[in-house]
């Protein structure tokens, strides 16, 4: 069997390609890095058989392309930044432009999984670019942030788009993020559960800043895929919304 290789800890961008008025006022920008790298193969998961890719890095079975979507602000590049190098970006916020990705391996059930993480930019004027990801992506993070009562009456739009423009059959879930907040949360989190009941989400609290249920909601979106892919037999029964149910942690465990 060949083994595929991962460029290790490389990220890029794709350019934005629209300029449509900003819904918040323009934000500082991160600036991108690159043009994808040549694995960020988006259309169809990569069977397992192990190629090499070239270039220094991981081996993998099988790849898959999550993507990250919701309001600016929300903390979505940091959520990704806490998975994907376990720390926090901390101090001034740097908003996206268009699409950043990140590549990381996980461990699944004896498999190598890649994830091919996509963050998208979070401010309106990017929305045109973000449209022509959705359908290739196998998998999606809706965030809001807990901390913004906005970004939660906004899902209902996301949700929106994500039918308009995501294959039917994208798995996705709700993630109520910045619960480390000592503060009273503006959004409560039986409203984010409701919410995902009514359109039959997995939900999850999560934090960037502390790490709270990251590498879960990652690793749970990896199991689904690799499930519906794969046919684990070792795991026929998985099924996401039991396993984020059991697996996550309540924010209280880990507020300062
Ligand atoms: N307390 C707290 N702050 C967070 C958390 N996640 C992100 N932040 C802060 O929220 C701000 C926005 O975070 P980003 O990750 O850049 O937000 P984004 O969703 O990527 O925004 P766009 O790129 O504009 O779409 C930053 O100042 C972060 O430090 C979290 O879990 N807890
Ligand atoms: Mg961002």
């Not at 913004?148 to 109520?176: G, R």
């Not at 249920?213 to 996401?240: C, Y």
Request: hydrophobic share 35%; glycine share 8%.
């Amino acid at each position: 069997m060949s083994r595929k290789k991962t460029p290790k800890s490389k990220g890029g961008s794709a350019p934005a390609a629209s300029a449509l008025p900003a819904a918040n006022g323009p934000r500082p920008a991160r600036p991108g890095t690159a043009r994808p790298s040549p694995d960020a193969q988006p259309n169809g998961p990569q069977q397992p058989s192990r190629h090499s890719l070239g270039g220094g890095g991981d081996f993998y079975d099988i790849a898959f392309k999550v993507m990250l979507v919701g309001d600016s602000g929300v903390g979505k590049t940091c959520l990704l930044m806490r998975f994907k190098d376990g720390a926090f970006l901390a101090g001034t916020f740097i908003s996206t432009v268009g699409i950043d990705f990140r590549n990381k391996v996980l461990d699944v059930d004896g498999m190598k999984v890649k994830l091919q993480m996509w963050d998208t930019a979070g401010q309106e004027r990017f929305r045109s670019v973000t449209h022509a990801y959705y359908r290739d992506a196998h998998a999606l993070l809706l965030l809001y942030d807990v901390t913004n009562k906005a970004s939660f009456d906004n899902i209902q739009a996301w949700l929106t788009e994500i039918h308009d423009y995501a294959q039917h059959d994208v798995v996705l879930m709700l993630l109520a993020n910045k619960v480390d907040s000592a503060h009273e949360p503006a959004v409560k989190r039986e409203d984010g559960e409701k919410l995902a009941k009514e359109y039959g989400l997995p939900f999850m609290e999560t934090s960037a800043k502390t790490g709270l249920n990251v590498d879960l909601a990652f690793t749970a979106i990896a199991k689904e895929l690799m499930q519906r892919s794969m046919k684990v037999p070792s795991e026929p029964g998985f099924q996401l919304h039991d396993y984020v149910k059991r697996e996550g942690q309540g924010a209280s465990c880990c507020r300062p």
